[in-house]
T-cell receptor
Framework: GENVEQHPSTLSVQEGDSAVIKCTYS??????FPWYKQELGKGPQLIID?????GEKKDQRIAVTLNKTAKHFSLHITETQPEDSAVYFC?????????????FGDGTTLTVKP | GAGVSQSPRYKVAKRGQDVALRCDPI?????LFWYQQALGQGPEFLTY????????KSGLPSDRFFAERPEGSVSTLKIQRTQQEDSAVYLC?????????????FGPGTRLLVL
């Protein structure tokens, strides 16, 4: 089955700096890659996603890149703010072909210091 | 509109007890997923429904775990004879099917502690 590895497990940055989280996946049939933000006591919330027919997607301060050949994708957060502090998860799925179930990475705890 | 809701939010059970966890998906969402999230880890897939049909239960860890969605809306995850290793957060997610990539909307989860 699919295996998703996520690095780093913890990341501490100064407010205003950029943060980068990287994930690799094993199944070349995966075609949908969402990123989630999870705050304490809450469920994961989708922040951005990318489908395998595009290489990059941007939404304000957040961007995601996908390299299908190397089977890795990354989350970039620019101009970080203290409210960005949370656990971030990457995931991979095969869309309708696999009923959309996602395989998640183990998460990155991001701390943004004021 | 309302998001995915789950109840109870917290459940403490004695080892050997049966528990039932409820998920109310977003109205109109066809797909419903259950995930188990251990402390410090990412969610792990348990089972998937499309309307009332359980199409994938490959992630259920044992036959003590049972899920149902009889009318294609509310779903219940039942764990029989709970064990300490069942302690985790149980997340429910719902979505509308897409050709590629179903955006899943998660509930807040039920934190289960088995003593």
């Amino acid at each position: 089955g699919e295996n998703v590895e996520q690095h780093p497990s913890t990341l501490s940055v100064q407010e205003g700096d950029s943060a980068v989280i990287k994930c690799t996946y094993s199944d070349s049939a995966s075609n949908y890659f969402p990123w989630y933000k999870q705050e304490l006591g809450k469920g994961p919330q989708l922040i951005i996603d990318i489908r395998s027919n595009v290489g990059e997607k941007k939404d304000q301060r957040i961007a995601v890149t996908l390299n299908k050949t190397a089977k890795h994708f990354s989350l970039h957060i620019t101009e970080t703010q203290p409210e960005d502090s949370a656990v971030y998860f990457c995931a991979a799925s095969k869309g309708r072909a696999n009923a959309g179930k996602s395989t998640f990475g183990d998460g990155t705890t991001l701390t943004v210091k004021p | 509109g309302a998001g995915v809701s789950q109840s109870p939010r917290y459940k403490v059970a004695k080892r050997g007890q049966d528990v039932a966890l409820r998920c109310d998906p977003i109205s109109g969402h066809v797909s419903l997923f259950w995930y188990q999230q251990a402390l410090g880890q990412g969610p792990e897939f348990l089972t998937y429904f499309q309307n009332e049909a359980q199409l994938d239960k490959s992630g259920l860890p044992s036959d003590r775990f049972f899920a149902e969605r009889p009318e294609g809306s509310v779903s219940t995850l039942k764990i029989q004879r709970t064990q300490q290793e069942d302690s985790a957060v149980y997340l429910c997610a719902s979505s509308l099917p897409r050709l590629v990539g179903e955006t899943q909307y998660f509930g807040p989860g039920t934190r289960l502690l088995v003593l």
